[in-house]
């Protein structure tokens, strides 16, 4: 009966694991993308639930290209690969997210501001 009690307790806290690190990573994906915006001229987000939903975009389709290639749209993750992602997600969010948007110029200077302050932001943010 010990080890059953183990076995869930174990499953439950991976749970709670795993609400945590989408959360987490949905706050620095809100914050990084923000300062981004700010600092990149031809990218604009309108309001604060544009803001939220970019980083929910941009949370999804970056959990979905890890997931079906292994690859992380990340500017510094996995070299030229990843920065052509990184611009690519950037660019495709507008089609997702009303009152965002960005151009393809903006998106590639975006993905490397995005790159330069996701490598400071400390901590794991990977899922």
């Known amino acids: 009966m010990s080890e059953n ?9 991976s749970g709670v694991s795993t609400i945590g690190q989408i959360v987490g990573r949905f706050i620095a994906a809100a914050i990084i993308l923000a ?4 600092f990149t001229p031809g990218f604009q987000i309108n309001n604060f639930w544009a803001l939220a939903i970019a980083a929910v ?3 999804v389709i970056d959990y979905l290209i890890v997931r079906f290639t292994g690859l992380h749209a990340s500017p510094f993750g996995k070299g030229f690969v990843g920065f052509v992602l990184s611009v690519v997600v950037l660019y495709v969010t507008q089609y997702f997210v ?8 903006a998106a590639i200077i975006g993905a490397i501001i995005y790159g ?4 400071f932001i400390p901590g794991e943010q990977q899922m």
């Open 35 to 38: 300062i981004t915006a700010f």
């Open 57 to 59: 975009v941009l949370t």
């Open 5 to 13: 009690n183990n076995q869930t307790t174990t499953r439950s806290n």
């Open 116 to 119: 330069i302050i996701d490598y």
């Open 98 to 105: 009303a009152g965002y948007s960005i151009s393809w110029m």
